[in-house]
C-alpha cells in the first residue's frame, strides 16, 4: 500500500482513538460508538477502541 511506502503508519483519512479524545467531548463520542457497535454485533471492534481507552488510560469503566 502506498502509505505504507510513506512511512505513514495508518491510511489517510482514519483518526485515531486518542485524536478523537482530545477533542471537546471525544471521550463520550467514543463511549457511544463502543455502544453502538456492541448493539449492532460488532465486538470485535468496540473491543479495539476500548483496548486503545486502556492504552490511553482514558476512563472505560463508565460506559453507558
Known amino acids: 500500500m ?3 511506502q ?6 489517510a483519512g482514519r ?3 486518542a485524536d478523537i479524545a ?3 467531548g471525544g471521550i ?3 463511549r457511544r460508538r463502543v455502544h453502538e457497535l ?3 454485533g460488532i465486538d470485535f471492534a468496540a473491543n479495539a477502541i476500548e483496548r486503545e481507552m ?3 488510560d482514558l ?3 463508565n460506559r453507558p
Not at 6 to 11: A, E, L, V, W
Open 15 to 17: 483518526i485515531s482513538v
Open 22 to 24: 482530545a477533542e471537546p
Open 38 to 40: 456492541r448493539a449492532r
Open 2 to 4: 502506498a502509505y505504507e
Open 28 to 30: 463520550e463520542a467514543l
Open 59 to 61: 476512563n472505560v469503566a
Open 54 to 56: 486502556v492504552a490511553f
Open 6 to 11: 510513506s512511512g505513514m503508519h495508518r491510511p
